[in-house]
């Protein structure tokens, strides 16, 4: 496939949110599924993922529990919580509104300035 993206400061938090909003998953699970559903375009390194998901949890946007992965060993298990979701939400809106901003800005030509 092509190019990997380097991810924008400040858009794991979104990503790792909207992973986990289309189902539990455990940490690496959450790499996975940003992998996916970005086309295999997004890769999030296993050491800015973990301490995001800390945070998130600590910050109450995340929730864990333990549980058996699919190969038979211990993991934590995040979901959404009532935060998290109202925290995507508003971040989504955030994101849409720079990037149609962003868009104009490099839509404009010197005849229109």
Do not use: C, F
Request: aromatic content about 6%; glycine content about 8%; cysteine-free.
């Amino acid at each position: 496939m092509g190019k990997q993206i380097d991810l924008l400061q400040g858009t794991l938090d979104m990503l790792i949110l909207k992973a986990v909003s289309l189902g539990p998953l455990h940490g690496y699970g959450v790499l996975l599924r940003i992998r996916q559903i970005s086309k295999d375009r997004l890769e999030v390194l296993q050491g800015s993922l973990y301490p995001a998901l800390y945070r998130l949890e600590h910050n109450g946007l995340l929730v864990s529990e333990w549980g058996e992965s699919e190969n038979k060993r211990k993991a934590k298990y995040y979901q959404l919580t009532a935060a998290g979701r109202k925290q995507l939400q508003e971040e989504v809106r955030n994101w849409n509104r720079m990037a149609e901003t962003i868009a104009q800005i490099l839509s404009i030509v010197p005849e229109e300035l």
